[in-house]
C-alpha cells in the first residue's frame, strides 16, 4: 500500500513565483551532499523503526508484557506525540533554516533511541517511544523543501527516486543487521552495564542506533542552506489580521480538510482504503519478528537475513514495476491511477493472506516480501492521484493530512494485531491466527473502497480538464 516517504510528489506540485526563476541555482555538488546527508538521515530513521520492532520478542520476555500492550508500544506509542506535536512542528520548515530543523529532529531522535537503552522499566521505555514521532516529523517536509530549492524541476524526478534509498536500505538493512545485532548481544550476559546503569544486554543495540542519530544530526549541519525560491509571504495560511482562533486552525490544516469534505465523494473512498490498508501493511512488520518465533522457531538473525534480502529486492522491483504498469494504464484510462492501485491492493490482499498460511519459514517471507512489492508497486500511483485532484492552492496541507492519515492508522495496526492475539485468539503462540484474521478483515473493505473511489475520481479528472486544470 501506500508508503509515507514516497509522498515527496506533495512538494513538487508546489507552482514556482515568477521572481523565483531570476535565482540562480546553488551548485549541484551541493545540492547532491544534501541529498546524501537527508538520505542518511531517512536511513536512521527506518533502521530504528525495523530494529525496534525485531526487538519484540526480547521486550516481551524481559518485561513481561501482553501482546496487546507489546503491540501498542511497537505502534500508537510512537504517534501520540505526533498527533499533538507533529504537524505544528513541520510548519517550522517554512520559518527556520531546514537545515537546523533537520539536524534538530534527527539528533533528538538519535537522543530518545539511545535513552531507550537506559531505560529501567517498561514504563520508562514507553516513554522514549512517545516522542519518536513527533521528533521525525518535520523530516519528510523539511527534505523535500530544501531539495526543490536545490535541483531544478527536471532533477526532481530523478532526486526524490534516489531519496528513496533512505526507506529502502533503513528497511532492509535493519533487518539484516538488526537480526546480528541482536544475536551479538544475545551472546552477552543478560545483564549488562552502560554508563555505569544496569540494562538488558538487547538494550545496547538501542544506544547504537541513537549514536547514528546523532551522526546524521552533524552531517546535516554541513549542509549548505540553499535560498528559498519562494517570495516569504507565500507560506502565509491566513490573513496577518486574521483572529489567532483562525490561524490556529489554518495552522493545524483545517482549510485542506474543508476542502476534502467538500469533494467528500471523491476523496473520501481514497481517504479510508488507505486508513484501512495501512492497519494491516504497517501493522504487520511489527509482528514480523514474533510470528516467524513462535511460528517457525526462527530467531530475529536468521529471520532478518533472509528477510532484508527478500525486501531489498521487493522494494527495488516494486518502484520500477509499480512506475510502468502506471504508465501504462496512463495510456488508456483517464482514471489509471487509482484503477491501478485497486488492482494491486487486491495482489497485496491475497500475498497478506497467504502468508500466515505458509507451511514453511521461507514461504512465509516469500510471500511477506510479495506483499511488500506490490505495496511499493502502489505508492506511486495513490500519491499521484491525491496530488491530481488536490486544490493547487493547497495541496501540501491535502497531502500532509493524507500522510497523516497513513501514519496514524499505520502505526495502530500493530496495537490492533497484538490486541486480536491477546483478546480474540486468546492463545498468544498462536499469534499467525491474529495476523490473518486482521488481514481478512482490513485489506479486502480497503481494495473495495479503492474500487468504489474508480468513478468519483474519473469524474473529477474529466472536470478539472473541461476546467483548464
Known sequence: MAIAPTGAEAT???ETPAHASTQPWPSERAGF???????????????????????AERIKGSFGISDATLGFLLGPASVIAYVIVGIPLARLVDIYARK??????IALL??????????????????????????????????????VDYFRPLRIPLVFAL?????IGGSSLGNILGGQM?????????????LGISVFNWQLVLVIIGSLGILAALFLLLVKEPPRRSAPESHQLVARDAPFARKIAAFMGWDAAVAIWRRKQVFLPL????????VESQGLPAWRIPFMARTYGWSEAETGALLGSLQLV???AGIAAGGVFVTWMGKRYKDANIRATAIIFACTTVATIAAPLMPTGELALTMMALGVFFGLAGAPAQNAAIQRIAPNEMRGQVSALYLFMFTFFGAMGSWVIGAVSTYVVGDESQVWKAILITAVVFLPVATFFMYRGIRPYREEVERLEAAGL
Open 110 to 147: 538519535g537522543a530518545i533511541m539511545a535513552l531507550g537503552g537506559l531505560a529501567q522499566s517498561f514504563a520508562q521505555l514507553m516513554g522514549t517511544r512517545l516522542f519518536v514521532g513527533a521528533s521525525s516529523s518535520a523530516n519528510g517536509p523539511g527534505s523535500y523543501s530544501m531539495l
Open 182 to 194: 541482536i544475536a551479538w548481544t544475545a551472546t552477552m550476559p543478560t545483564m549488562i552495564s552502560i
Open 271 to 278: 481517504f479510508a482504503a488507505l486508513a484501512l490498508s495501512a
Open 163 to 167: 531519496l528513496q534509498l533512505g526507506y
Open 100 to 105: 537546523y530543523v533537520l539536524a534538530g529532529g
Open 33 to 55: 551532499f544534501a541529498l546524501a546527508a537527508v538520505i542518511f538521515a531517512t536511513f536512521v530513521t527506518f533502521f530504528d523503526q525495523t530494529v525496534f520492532a525485531m526487538l
Open 12 to 14: 513538487v506540485a508546489a
Open 314 to 316: 521487493a522494494m527495488l
